[in-house]
């Protein structure tokens, strides 16, 4: 059984359609990526999926049962969500902000157990920023608060986890711990969605990639399969030329028509 089925399933605001016909599958111990441009409705579809906007059409299913079967405790047992660069206001510790995770897995009013407050401190310990427990969360740095976003994420033990542009603030070495943690959690048995806007990125950690483009799926499939110059340069308005020239990991020998064709 699939973790998330999508069918034909439209999503947008109000009136407005942002994408439509969406179908995707997402299977456990699997990381799926979103990539498309700016603006193409990557977070829109992570929100419909996580029940914040209600899809305007089309059917969603978690472990096999209707998303709207699914109360939001229920849900939150099962989904951990990493929001785009975290500015939301938060006047607590570190600490408080990571056990608030925990919330979806306490009795109603529950002051969190020891137990609880190992989980989160563990949480944080993962991701090297333990030492940050006793801070003001409205004091950290961007890439701070994201990390400690992810650390509440996976305090939650979700069997899905949402992930918004994860690595979006970090510094290099921030990104590539993210990364390897993503790859052990997957390792773990978690499922990982989600959005990236680094090609490279996507190669490495997606065992599926979906490709959004113009309110639609472009392609879906395995990185190899999917990441090709021709869809690049659409999804992003470049020449193939201008997307190997940039990406010569991906493209290390892209033959030399390649280079000149203009995108379609
Ligand atoms: N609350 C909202 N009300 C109306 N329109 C919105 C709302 N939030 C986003 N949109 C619009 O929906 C479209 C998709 O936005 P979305 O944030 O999903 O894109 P995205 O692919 O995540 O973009 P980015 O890569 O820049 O983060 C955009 O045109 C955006 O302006």
Same mark, same amino acid.
């Given at each position: 059984? *699939?973790?998330?089925?999508?069918?034909? !399933?439209?999503?947008?605001?109000?009136?407005?359609?942002?994408?439509?016909?969406?179908?995707?599958?997402?299977?456990?111990?699997?990381? #799926?990526?979103? #990539?498309?441009?700016?603006?193409?409705?990557?977070?829109?579809?992570?929100?419909?999926?996580?029940? #914040?906007?209600?899809? *305007?059409?089309?059917?969603?299913?978690?472990?096999?049962?209707?998303?709207?079967?699914? *109360?939001?405790?229920?849900?939150?047992?099962?989904?951990?969500? !990493?929001?785009?660069?975290?500015?939301?206001?938060?006047?607590?510790?570190?600490?408080?902000? !990571?056990?608030?995770?925990?919330?979806?897995?306490?009795?109603?009013?529950?002051?969190?157990?020891?137990?609880?407050?190992?989980?989160?401190?563990?949480?944080?310990? =993962?991701?090297?920023?333990?030492?940050?427990?006793?801070?003001?969360?409205?004091?950290?740095?961007?890439?701070?608060?994201?990390?400690?976003?992810?650390?509440?994420? #996976?305090?939650?033990?979700?069997?899905?986890?949402?992930?918004?542009?994860?690595?979006? *603030?970090?510094?290099?070495?921030? $990104?590539?711990?993210?990364?390897?943690?993503?790859?052990?959690?997957?390792?773990?048995?978690?499922?990982?969605?989600?959005?990236? &806007?680094?090609?490279? $990125?996507?190669?490495?950690?997606?065992?599926? =990639? !979906?490709?959004?483009?113009?309110?639609?799926?472009?392609?879906?499939?395995?990185?190899?399969?999917?990441?090709?110059?021709?869809?690049?340069?659409?999804?992003?308005?470049?020449?193939?030329?201008?997307?190997?020239?940039?990406?010569? &990991?991906?493209?290390?020998?892209?033959?030399?028509?390649?280079?000149?064709?203009?995108?379609?």
């Amino acid at each position: 059984m *699939s973790l998330l089925a999508l069918r034909a !399933v439209s999503v947008g605001y109000g009136t407005r359609t942002v994408l439509s016909d969406i179908d995707l599958l997402l299977e456990p111990q699997t990381v #799926l990526c979103l #990539l498309g441009a700016n603006g193409c409705g990557k977070t829109t579809l992570l929100k419909t999926i996580l029940g #914040l906007i209600p899809a *305007s059409y089309g059917e969603i299913r978690i472990e096999g049962r209707p998303q709207a079967d699914w *109360s939001r405790t229920a849900l939150a047992r099962r989904i951990g969500y !990493v929001p785009q660069a975290h500015h939301g206001v938060f006047p607590f510790t570190v600490e408080q902000v !990571v056990l608030m995770g925990r919330t979806a897995h306490l009795p109603w009013h529950a002051t969190p157990r020891t137990a609880d407050i190992d989980i989160a401190r563990h949480s944080l310990e =993962l991701l090297g920023i333990d030492h940050l427990h006793h801070r003001n969360y409205m004091h950290l740095s961007g890439g701070e608060r994201q990390l400690v976003m992810i650390a509440r994420a #996976l305090a939650q033990e979700p069997a899905l986890l949402v992930m918004d542009e994860p690595t979006s *603030s970090l510094d290099f070495g921030n $990104q590539i711990r993210v990364l390897e943690h993503i790859d052990q959690l997957r390792a773990q048995g978690l499922s990982i969605l989600l959005t990236t &806007h680094q090609p490279e $990125q996507a190669a490495r950690l997606a065992d599926r =990639l !979906v490709l959004l483009h113009q309110g639609h799926i472009l392609a879906q499939g395995m990185p190899g399969d999917v990441l090709t110059p021709a869809h690049l340069a659409r999804i992003y308005g470049l020449t193939e030329h201008t997307v190997t020239a940039h990406l010569p &990991h991906l493209f290390p020998s892209a033959p030399a028509d390649v280079r000149h064709r203009e995108a379609p």
